[in-house]
T-cell receptor, first 116, second 112 residues
């Protein structure tokens, strides 16, 4: 079974530029998550989708971050414009999304963003 | 507020020695509990999870964890550490709406 795919793996941009990350979850997983992991910290949830609807985006800085999952499968996360403090690893995860069996989240390798 | 605490930022153990990584959570009810491992440049890999039932759970790579309700703890253990276990370890809990909260992580260094 293929895992969660993310691209690119690394990205370096100047501050005030825009950047987009892509995630393809495990086939059949209804729930998709984007996390931000700053160096030395645990991952922090940015947004959670159930199919193509947003379940939780309370910690997403909506003035500069946006995310979509239009067809309920893959997803993109965008930052526009980027700030220095956005330097982090952006992790995508997916889960089946229902009952106890669906709670476990499977993580992609992440995209390491450096903002100069 | 709901939180997950990993008191040890960095732990160093000798290869072959035993290991215990601490995790405490704050929540009224029993959440779902997880331990993940992250090697440099990699995503998170699930070591083990606790939902209900037997409070001692076995995971992959020889790891186990024990849920103690009275102490709100879910400590990770391994009887004999291997050099390949050097990594970052994260405790995580799931509350409502599949909202997963992570601790800050414990970095494990293994001495030869």
């Amino acid at each position: 079974e293929a895992g969660v795919a993310q691209s690119p793996r690394y990205k370096i941009i100047e501050k005030r530029q825009s950047v987009a990350f892509w995630c393809n979850p495990i086939s059949g997983h209804a729930t998709l998550y984007w996390y931000q992991q700053i160096l030395g910290q645990g991952p922090k949830l940015l947004i959670q989708f159930q199919n193509n609807g947003v379940v939780d985006d309370s910690q997403l800085p909506k003035d500069r971050f946006s995310a979509e999952r239009l067809k309920g499968v893959d997803s993109t996360l965008k930052i526009q414009p980027a700030k220095l403090e956005d330097s982090a690893v952006y992790l995508c995860a997916s889960s089946l999304g229902w009952r106890e069996e669906g709670i476990e989240q499977f993580f992609g390798p992440g995209t390491r963003l450096t903002v100069l | 507020a709901q939180s997950v605490t990993q008191p040890d930022i960095h732990i160093t153990v000798s290869e072959g020695a035993s290991l215990e990584l601490r995790c405490n959570y704050s929540y009224g009810a029993t959440p779902y509990l997880f331990w993940y491992v992250q090697s440099p440049g990699q995503g998170l890999q699930l070591l083990l999870k606790y939902f209900s039932g037997d409070t001692l759970v076995q995971g992959i790579k020889g790891f186990e964890a024990e849920f103690k309700r009275s102490q709100s703890s879910f400590n990770l253990r391994k009887p004999s550490v291997h050099w390949s276990d050097a990594a970052e370890y994260f405790c995580a809990v799931v509350y409502n709406n599949n909202d997963m909260r992570f601790g800050a992580g414990t970095r494990l260094t293994v001495k030869p």
